[in-house]
T-cell receptor, first 110, second 115 residues
Framework: GEDVEQSLFLSVREGDSSVINCTYT??????LYWYKQEPGAGLQLLTY?????DMKQDQRLTVLLNKKDKHLSLRIADTQTGDSAIYFC??????????FGKGTKLSVKP | DSGVTQTPKHLITATGQRVTLRCSPR?????VYWYQQSLDQGLQFLIQ???????AKGNILERFSAQQFPDLHSELNLSSLELGDSALYFC??????????????FGEGSRLTVL
Protein backbone atom coordinates (compact mmCIF):
# COMPACT_ATOMS: atom_id res chain seq x y z
CA GLY A 1 0.00 0.00 0.00
CA GLU A 2 0.88 3.66 -0.04
CA ASP A 3 3.32 4.52 2.71
CA VAL A 4 5.60 7.33 3.81
CA GLU A 5 8.47 6.75 6.23
CA GLN A 6 10.72 9.13 8.08
CA SER A 7 13.00 8.99 11.09
CA LEU A 8 11.33 9.95 14.36
CA PHE A 9 13.89 12.24 15.99
CA LEU A 10 16.58 14.74 15.03
CA SER A 11 18.61 16.91 17.37
CA VAL A 12 20.80 19.79 16.17
CA ARG A 13 22.54 22.83 17.62
CA GLU A 14 21.30 26.32 16.93
CA GLY A 15 22.91 27.70 13.80
CA ASP A 16 23.58 24.29 12.27
CA SER A 17 21.72 22.90 9.27
CA SER A 18 19.02 20.30 9.81
CA VAL A 19 18.27 17.61 7.27
CA ILE A 20 15.09 15.59 7.60
CA ASN A 21 14.72 12.60 5.30
CA CYS A 22 11.68 10.78 4.01
CA THR A 23 10.95 7.86 1.69
CA TYR A 24 7.66 7.15 -0.02
CA THR A 25 6.26 4.23 -1.96
CA UNK A 26 3.81 5.72 -4.46
CA UNK A 27 5.81 6.61 -7.56
CA UNK A 28 2.75 8.27 -9.13
CA UNK A 29 2.65 11.03 -6.49
CA UNK A 30 2.47 14.30 -8.35
CA UNK A 31 3.24 16.45 -5.36
CA LEU A 32 5.24 15.90 -2.19
CA TYR A 33 4.87 18.07 0.87
CA TRP A 34 6.50 19.13 4.10
CA TYR A 35 4.23 20.16 6.95
CA LYS A 36 5.21 21.52 10.36
CA GLN A 37 3.36 20.93 13.63
CA GLU A 38 4.11 23.07 16.64
CA PRO A 39 3.01 21.95 20.12
CA GLY A 40 -0.74 22.18 20.59
CA ALA A 41 -1.36 23.23 17.01
CA GLY A 42 -2.49 21.72 13.75
CA LEU A 43 -0.22 21.04 10.81
CA GLN A 44 0.88 23.91 8.64
CA LEU A 45 2.23 23.60 5.11
CA LEU A 46 5.91 24.57 4.91
CA THR A 47 6.61 23.85 1.28
CA TYR A 48 5.83 21.43 -1.50
CA UNK A 49 7.56 20.18 -4.62
CA UNK A 50 6.14 19.03 -7.91
CA UNK A 51 7.33 15.60 -8.95
CA UNK A 52 9.10 16.85 -12.10
CA UNK A 53 11.43 19.01 -10.00
CA ASP A 54 14.66 17.92 -8.33
CA MET A 55 15.05 20.82 -5.98
CA LYS A 56 13.12 23.73 -4.59
CA GLN A 57 14.54 26.49 -2.41
CA ASP A 58 12.49 28.86 -0.31
CA GLN A 59 14.53 31.13 1.98
CA ARG A 60 16.10 28.84 4.62
CA LEU A 61 14.32 25.75 3.30
CA THR A 62 15.67 23.47 0.56
CA VAL A 63 13.73 20.47 -0.66
CA LEU A 64 15.50 17.75 -2.62
CA LEU A 65 13.63 15.06 -4.50
CA ASN A 66 15.17 11.86 -5.85
CA LYS A 67 12.36 10.22 -7.79
CA LYS A 68 14.40 7.16 -8.70
CA ASP A 69 14.97 6.34 -5.02
CA LYS A 70 11.62 7.82 -3.91
CA HIS A 71 13.50 9.94 -1.41
CA LEU A 72 12.61 13.41 -0.24
CA SER A 73 14.60 15.61 2.09
CA LEU A 74 14.08 18.94 3.81
CA ARG A 75 17.10 21.03 4.72
CA ILE A 76 16.70 23.92 7.14
CA ALA A 77 19.67 26.27 7.08
CA ASP A 78 20.76 28.20 10.18
CA THR A 79 18.33 26.27 12.39
CA GLN A 80 16.81 28.34 15.19
CA THR A 81 15.15 27.29 18.46
CA GLY A 82 11.86 28.43 16.94
CA ASP A 83 12.24 25.68 14.35
CA SER A 84 11.74 23.05 17.07
CA ALA A 85 8.61 21.17 16.02
CA ILE A 86 7.45 17.97 14.36
CA TYR A 87 7.97 17.87 10.60
CA PHE A 88 5.76 15.67 8.44
CA CYS A 89 6.52 14.45 4.98
CA UNK A 90 3.45 13.71 2.85
CA UNK A 91 2.68 12.36 -0.59
CA UNK A 92 -0.53 12.64 -2.51
CA UNK A 93 -2.30 9.28 -2.49
CA UNK A 94 -4.21 7.64 -5.32
CA UNK A 95 -7.52 8.99 -3.98
CA UNK A 96 -6.17 12.54 -3.85
CA UNK A 97 -5.78 12.60 -0.08
CA UNK A 98 -2.43 13.24 1.59
CA UNK A 99 -0.54 10.33 3.13
CA PHE A 100 1.65 11.45 6.00
CA GLY A 101 4.72 9.96 7.59
CA LYS A 102 4.79 9.63 11.37
CA GLY A 103 6.70 12.87 11.72
CA THR A 104 10.25 13.79 12.72
CA LYS A 105 10.60 15.64 16.00
CA LEU A 106 13.28 18.29 15.57
CA SER A 107 14.95 19.51 18.75
CA VAL A 108 17.20 22.55 18.50
CA LYS A 109 19.66 23.03 21.32
CA PRO A 110 20.92 26.57 22.06
CA ASP B 1 -4.95 30.89 12.47
CA SER B 2 -5.71 28.53 9.60
CA GLY B 3 -9.39 29.48 9.42
CA VAL B 4 -10.49 25.91 10.18
CA THR B 5 -12.48 25.62 13.41
CA GLN B 6 -12.86 22.41 15.36
CA THR B 7 -15.00 21.79 18.42
CA PRO B 8 -14.68 20.60 21.07
CA LYS B 9 -10.96 21.06 21.74
CA HIS B 10 -10.94 18.42 24.45
CA LEU B 11 -13.36 15.61 25.20
CA ILE B 12 -13.25 12.94 27.89
CA THR B 13 -15.71 10.09 27.77
CA ALA B 14 -16.14 6.44 28.72
CA THR B 15 -15.85 3.27 26.71
CA GLY B 16 -19.01 2.37 24.84
CA GLN B 17 -20.10 5.98 24.46
CA ARG B 18 -20.68 7.99 21.31
CA VAL B 19 -19.27 11.44 20.50
CA THR B 20 -19.55 13.93 17.67
CA LEU B 21 -16.68 16.14 16.54
CA ARG B 22 -17.46 19.22 14.51
CA CYS B 23 -15.46 21.05 11.88
CA SER B 24 -16.04 24.33 10.06
CA PRO B 25 -13.77 24.66 7.01
CA ARG B 26 -12.13 27.83 5.79
CA UNK B 27 -14.48 30.17 4.03
CA UNK B 28 -14.72 29.07 0.40
CA UNK B 29 -13.18 25.63 0.89
CA UNK B 30 -15.33 22.80 -0.44
CA UNK B 31 -13.24 19.82 0.71
CA VAL B 32 -13.06 18.56 4.26
CA TYR B 33 -10.71 15.84 5.44
CA TRP B 34 -10.59 13.98 8.75
CA TYR B 35 -7.37 12.58 10.17
CA GLN B 36 -6.62 10.68 13.36
CA GLN B 37 -3.27 11.30 15.07
CA SER B 38 -2.02 8.83 17.65
CA LEU B 39 1.45 8.20 19.02
CA ASP B 40 1.86 4.75 17.52
CA GLN B 41 0.02 5.17 14.20
CA GLY B 42 1.01 8.70 13.32
CA LEU B 43 -1.42 10.69 11.18
CA GLN B 44 -4.00 8.41 9.59
CA PHE B 45 -6.38 9.58 6.88
CA LEU B 46 -9.97 8.71 7.72
CA ILE B 47 -12.30 10.24 5.15
CA GLN B 48 -12.76 13.15 2.74
CA UNK B 49 -15.88 15.02 1.64
CA UNK B 50 -16.17 17.42 -1.27
CA UNK B 51 -19.18 19.69 -1.52
CA UNK B 52 -21.33 17.34 0.53
CA UNK B 53 -20.32 14.10 -1.17
CA UNK B 54 -17.94 11.45 0.14
CA UNK B 55 -14.88 11.54 -2.09
CA ALA B 56 -12.24 9.30 -0.52
CA LYS B 57 -12.11 6.81 2.30
CA GLY B 58 -9.09 5.77 4.31
CA ASN B 59 -8.66 3.72 7.43
CA ILE B 60 -12.00 4.62 8.94
CA LEU B 61 -13.58 2.06 11.25
CA GLU B 62 -17.18 0.98 10.73
CA ARG B 63 -17.95 2.44 14.18
CA PHE B 64 -17.03 5.86 12.78
CA SER B 65 -19.04 7.87 10.32
CA ALA B 66 -18.94 11.37 8.92
CA GLN B 67 -20.97 13.75 6.86
CA GLN B 68 -20.69 17.17 5.29
CA PHE B 69 -23.71 19.43 5.48
CA PRO B 70 -25.03 21.94 2.89
CA ASP B 71 -23.29 24.78 4.74
CA LEU B 72 -20.06 22.74 4.28
CA HIS B 73 -19.39 22.09 7.94
CA SER B 74 -18.63 18.49 8.75
CA GLU B 75 -19.17 16.16 11.66
CA LEU B 76 -17.29 13.01 12.60
CA ASN B 77 -19.29 10.57 14.69
CA LEU B 78 -17.45 8.02 16.80
CA SER B 79 -19.53 5.31 18.45
CA SER B 80 -18.99 2.30 20.73
CA LEU B 81 -15.81 3.99 21.82
CA GLU B 82 -12.80 1.93 22.85
CA LEU B 83 -9.68 2.88 24.78
CA GLY B 84 -7.71 2.72 21.54
CA ASP B 85 -9.84 5.47 20.02
CA SER B 86 -8.12 7.99 22.27
CA ALA B 87 -6.31 10.30 19.88
CA LEU B 88 -6.15 13.75 18.38
CA TYR B 89 -8.66 14.14 15.56
CA PHE B 90 -7.83 16.74 12.94
CA CYS B 91 -10.03 18.29 10.36
CA UNK B 92 -8.48 19.93 7.33
CA UNK B 93 -9.96 21.77 4.39
CA UNK B 94 -8.94 22.72 0.89
CA UNK B 95 -10.47 24.51 -2.05
CA UNK B 96 -10.20 21.76 -4.62
CA UNK B 97 -10.77 18.02 -4.27
CA UNK B 98 -7.51 16.86 -5.80
CA UNK B 99 -5.28 17.23 -8.81
CA UNK B 100 -3.87 20.57 -7.77
CA UNK B 101 -1.10 21.38 -5.34
CA UNK B 102 -3.61 20.32 -2.73
CA UNK B 103 -2.54 22.39 0.24
CA UNK B 104 -4.53 21.39 3.29
CA UNK B 105 -5.38 23.83 6.05
CA PHE B 106 -5.62 22.11 9.42
CA GLY B 107 -7.64 22.93 12.47
CA GLU B 108 -6.12 22.69 15.93
CA GLY B 109 -7.66 19.29 16.53
CA SER B 110 -10.05 17.70 18.99
CA ARG B 111 -8.35 15.65 21.67
CA LEU B 112 -10.47 12.64 22.61
CA THR B 113 -9.71 10.67 25.75
CA VAL B 114 -11.63 7.45 26.31
CA LEU B 115 -11.48 6.13 29.89
Amino acid sequence: GEDVEQSLFLSVREGDSSVINCTYTDSSSTYLYWYKQEPGAGLQLLTYIFSNMDMKQDQRLTVLLNKKDKHLSLRIADTQTGDSAIYFCASKGSQGNLIFGKGTKLSVKP
Amino acid sequence: DSGVTQTPKHLITATGQRVTLRCSPRSGDLSVYWYQQSLDQGLQFLIQYYNGEERAKGNILERFSAQQFPDLHSELNLSSLELGDSALYFCASSVAPSGTSGELFFGEGSRLTVL
